[in-house]
């Protein structure tokens, strides 16, 4: 992420209208689309987000997912927006399907707090319903791009 996480959300990688059918679909397909952000086999990404599934599903209700995952080959915190063209079974906590994927990956060493605020940061972007409701209206990179820019809690102090 560019900036002071603890006041700025962006994502290194947005990625609408990404094509899944399953949960494990569009993990597959996000580990793949992180090839230039992080090198290396998409599998070691598509395993940890498996795996932390596995702990608890991280479907937080209203349609949004916020997967979070530590790698060894992570340098800095990197985020990914996804805006799935049909929303998906995901298991979420209030069972409705997914269609707004942010993911969070953070390097292994990474302290716990840094992690956490940057999630917290991202789950109160996500829990706006104008925010969501022009994140899913736009397939444009660049239009996502600006309203994560354009968020007022990217101004608010941490």
Known sequence: MR???FCMITADLILPGLKATSKKAAFRAIAEACIPLLGGSPDVLFDALMARERIGTTGIGGGVAI????????ERVYSVLVRLENPIDYDAIDGAPVDLIFMLLAPSESKT??????LAQVSRFLKDQGTCQ???G???ADKIGLLLENWPGNTAAA
């Open 67 to 74: 997967p979070h995952v530590k790698l060894p080959s992570a």
């Open 134 to 136: 022009h994140l899913r």
């Open 3 to 5: 900036g002071n996480i």
């Open 138 to 140: 736009t397939d444009c």
């Open 113 to 118: 707090t840094q992690h956490l605020k940057v």
